[in-house]
């Protein structure tokens, strides 16, 4: 049964906390993206990476930080850099060919008090 | 500055008839979209897509158009169902430019709901 996995559903942080979101997927991709939703808006790109070692900042990178050391993993860390780190933060993989289809884990809600 | 917009933050339509959801897109580099449907608390689910060899694209009940010249897509549902209310995103990547496997750009969702 392939899929993409976010664990926890639900994460409850301390402000000044560094706190890191699972995904993993077993579809055998390339490609694996972090995004970030927040009320009213649509998804926002924070990291991206094409091969396993590498990954590459999106468009609003700063205070979070990833990791690639595996194919199936992409965790992401947002730390107490981040000034507004409430959000819904959802992963994606992809195959990483010409015209890829990026498809989605269920999304982690990280509330930071 | 939004490159891709979806101007229209809610549309309700009567169960059976045609949904047309509008996107419009500003950066003459996109040249593949797709359109998601999303839930709350869910992520989003990957519905149709087109790329820009192509000035339509037909599934099912969906059928998504582009217009190149005007930078303008639609998504079209039809019949409408009440499972189809949800928020419809529209999606865009600059593929054969030189994209790779970049991110999505996504324009900020159209609450869709279908009305018995």
């Known amino acids: 049964d392939g899929g993409i996995t976010q664990s926890p559903k639900y994460l409850f942080r301390k402000e000044g906390q560094n706190v890191t979101l699972s995904c993993e997927q077993n579809?055998?991709?390339?490609?694996m993206y972090w995004y970030r939703q927040d009320p009213g808006q649509g998804l926002r790109l924070i990291y991206y990476s094409q091969i396993v070692n590498d990954f590459q900042k999106g468009d609003i990178a700063e205070g979070y930080s990833v990791s690639r050391e595996k194919k199936e993993s992409f965790p992401l860390t947002v730390t107490s850099a981040q000034k507004n780190p409430t959000a819904f933060y959802l992963c994606?993989?992809?195959?990483?060919?010409?015209?890829?289809?990026?498809?989605f884990g269920p999304g982690t809600r990280l509330t930071v008090l | 500055d939004q490159q891709v917009k979806q101007n229209s933050p809610s549309l309700s339509v009567q169960e059976g008839r045609i949904s047309i959801l509008n996107c419009d897109y500003t950066?003459?580099?996109?040249?593949?979209f797709l359109w998601y449907k999303k839930y709350p608390a869910e992520g989003p689910t990957f519905l149709i897509s087109i790329s820009s060899i192509k000035d339509k694209n037909e599934d099912g009940r969906f059928t998504v158009f582009l217009n190149k010249s005007a930078k303008h897509l639609s998504l079209h549902i039809v019949p409408s169902q009440p499972g189809d209310s949800a928020v419809y995103f529209c999606?865009?990547?600059?593929?054969?430019?030189?994209?790779?496997?970049?991110?999505?750009?996504f324009g900020k969702g159209t609450h869709l709901i279908i009305q018995p």
């Open positions: 579809l055998n991709h390339d490609a």
């Open positions: 999606a865009a990547k600059g593929v054969y430019s030189g994209g790779g496997a970049d991110g999505l750009t």
């Open positions: 950066n003459s580099m996109f040249d593949y």
């Open positions: 994606a993989s992809s195959i990483a060919g010409v015209a890829d289809t990026q498809y």
